[in-house]
């Protein structure tokens, strides 16, 4: 689960920031960065995962720790390759609201560009990111079970549901429970996480009749 969170806030930090300068700045940046978007959007996402992981983990466990090394290396890949549907969003949204009437009045009072988006959108443009972030928290925690479970996750002696199912596959025939607690144990996160997803989607819901 802490890894599902750890990445989920990797991803709307790189989501909300090129988001956000493809909304602010337009023209030629904003092409350069949604050329980015689709470019990682086109990447097999799973098999550059297993390259990435299997290429770097050996190095970085060697410099920062078995453990650490392990979940930093999963955290940024995770985290790198699930920013992008952030970051379309975020740039759809400050489309939207650089236009309203508050940021109007707030450029015609001379507040810079920095501020109307400080003050004015970013605020104004959170609440889809929050529901989307925990769509990536689900996300997330499926890739890291599906990394564990092909042996490219954690360690053995570092508890993961997905190294759970790893070495449960070797006991179907006499331990098949292993298997159904792990796998339920991810069933039950994921569906949880989206639930608190679609919950805070109606709350934030501006449209919502009260």
């Given at each position: 689960?802490?890894?599902?969170?750890a990445?989920?806030?990797?991803?709307?930090?790189?989501?909300?920031?090129?988001?956000?300068?493809?909304?602010?700045?337009?023209?030629?940046?904003?092409?350069?960065?949604?050329?980015?978007?689709?470019?990682?959007?086109?990447?097999?996402?799973?098999?550059?995962?297993?390259?990435?992981?299997?290429?770097?983990?050996?190095?970085?466990?060697?410099?920062v720790?078995?453990?650490?090394?392990?979940?930093?290396?999963?955290?940024?890949?995770?985290?790198?390759?699930?920013?992008?549907?952030?970051?379309?969003?975020?740039?759809?949204?400050?489309?939207?609201?650089?236009?309203?009437?508050?940021?109007e009045?707030?450029?015609?009072?001379?507040?810079?560009?920095?501020?109307?988006?400080?003050r004015?959108?970013?605020?104004?443009?959170?609440?889809?990111?929050?529901?989307?972030?925990?769509?990536?928290?689900?996300?997330?925690?499926i890739?890291?079970?599906?990394?564990?479970?092909?042996?490219?996750?954690?360690?053995?002696?570092?508890?993961?549901?997905?190294?759970?199912?790893?070495?449960?596959?070797?006991?179907?025939?006499?331990?098949?429970?292993?298997?159904?607690?792990?796998?339920?144990?991810?069933f039950?996160?994921?569906?949880?996480?989206?639930y608190?997803?679609?919950?805070?989607r109606?709350?934030?819901?501006?449209?919502?009749?009260?």
């Amino acid at each position: 689960m802490s890894v599902g969170i750890a990445a989920m806030l990797v991803a709307v930090f790189v989501g909300v920031f090129i988001g956000a300068v493809a909304g602010t700045a337009r023209g030629s940046i904003d092409m350069a960065l949604m050329w980015l978007c689709d470019l990682f959007l086109s990447l097999p996402q799973l098999p550059v995962l297993l390259l990435i992981v299997y290429l770097f983990q050996g190095a970085l466990r060697k410099l920062v720790g078995l453990e650490l090394g392990t979940f930093v290396l999963i955290v940024a890949v995770i985290g790198g390759f699930r920013w992008m549907s952030i970051a379309r969003l975020v740039r759809a949204q400050f489309f939207s609201l650089r236009e309203k009437e508050f940021v109007e009045a707030a450029r015609a009072l001379g507040a810079s560009t920095l501020r109307q988006v400080v003050r004015h959108i970013l605020p104004n443009a959170l609440g889809p990111v929050i529901v989307a972030g925990t769509i990536e928290v689900a996300n997330a925690i499926i890739l890291e079970s599906t990394l564990s479970f092909l042996g490219l996750g954690f360690p053995p002696d570092i508890p993961s549901w997905g190294r759970i199912l790893y070495d449960a596959k070797d006991y179907l025939d006499v331990a098949p429970h292993w298997a159904l607690f792990a796998g339920g144990a991810i069933f039950v996160a994921v569906m949880a996480i989206n639930y608190i997803g679609d919950g805070l989607r109606d709350a934030l819901d501006p449209r919502r009749v009260i």
